[in-house]
T-cell receptor, first 114, second 112 residues
Framework: DTAVSQTPKYLVTQMGNDKSIKCEQNLGHDTMYWYKQDSKKFLKIMFSYNNKELIINETVPNRFSPKSPDKAHLNLHINSLELGDSAVYFC?????????????FGNGTRLTVT | SQQGEEDPQALSIQEGENATMNCSYKTSINNLQWYRQNSGRGLVHLIL?????REKHSGRLRVTLDTSKKSSSLLITASRAADTASYFC????????????FGKGTLLTVNP
């Protein structure tokens, strides 16, 4: 009955590889997000989608490509991984984009690039 | 630019004591939210305070908002060891297309 689930939980890969992280929410929410948390715990928004439409693209390198096949899923594909991509990536969802809609987070994917 | 800045960065208290964390931000906001993150887990929404509110309570949590000083505080009363976590404020800036901006968090340790 997990509300926001993302896979995999851990991802260890080498520089230059391409990898994907998947996210699914069963809350019936319209809006989904990707956030990146660095080693100092700073959490920064990357993308948001509302009903499969890209709303926020926060100056993320174009090696990162989100895809939303339907409003319950938001996947993140990363090309040509770099050392600096190592972080914890969180998927989240909210009821909508109305001010005050709380975000529901997944438990994160820890990406380590070696 | 980063919106919320929590202070202190780390706080260690004994069980039963109160814990106060502060958050400052830079621009006009629609609302401010507080989240908790347990180690190795995602963030969990705790409480939201709107820009026209000054104080809000939820169980052992009390949040205040001073829009003139662009600051908020989160008070956890009668702390428990299970409250050990990182606490983040998040601001929803006016006109931001609901882009919640998080601070770096306060790591709270409650010692039994």
């Amino acid at each position: 009955d997990t509300a926001v689930s993302q896979t995999p939980k851990y991802l260890v890969t080498q520089m230059g590889n391409d990898k994907s992280i998947k996210c699914e929410q069963n809350l019936g929410h319209d809006t989904m997000y990707w956030y990146k948390q660095d080693s100092k715990k700073f959490l920064k928004i990357m993308f948001s989608y509302n009903n499969k439409e890209l709303i926020i693209n926060e100056t993320v390198p174009n090696r990162f490509s989100p895809k939303s096949p339907d409003k319950a899923h938001l996947n993140l594909h990363i090309n040509s991984l770099e050392l600096g991509d190592s972080a914890v990536y969180f998927c989240a969802s909210s009821q909508g984009m109305q001010a005050g809609s709380p975000l529901h987070f997944g438990n994160g994917t820890r990406l380590t690039v070696t | 630019s980063q919106q919320g800045e929590e202070d202190p960065q780390a706080l260690s208290i004994q069980e039963g004591e109160n814990a106060t964390m502060n958050c400052s931000y830079k621009t006009s906001i629609n609302n401010l939210q507080w989240y908790r993150q347990n180690s190795g887990r995602g963030l969990v929404h705790l409480i939201l305070i709107r820009s026209n509110e000054r104080e809000k309570h939820s169980g052992r949590l009390r949040v205040t908002l001073d829009t003139s000083k662009k600051s908020s505080s989160l008070l956890i009363t009668a702390s428990r060891a299970a409250d050990t976590a990182s606490y983040f404020c998040a601001t929803d800036a006016s006109g931001s297309n609901y882009k919640l901006t998080f601070g770096k968090g306060t790591l709270l340790t409650v010692n039994p």
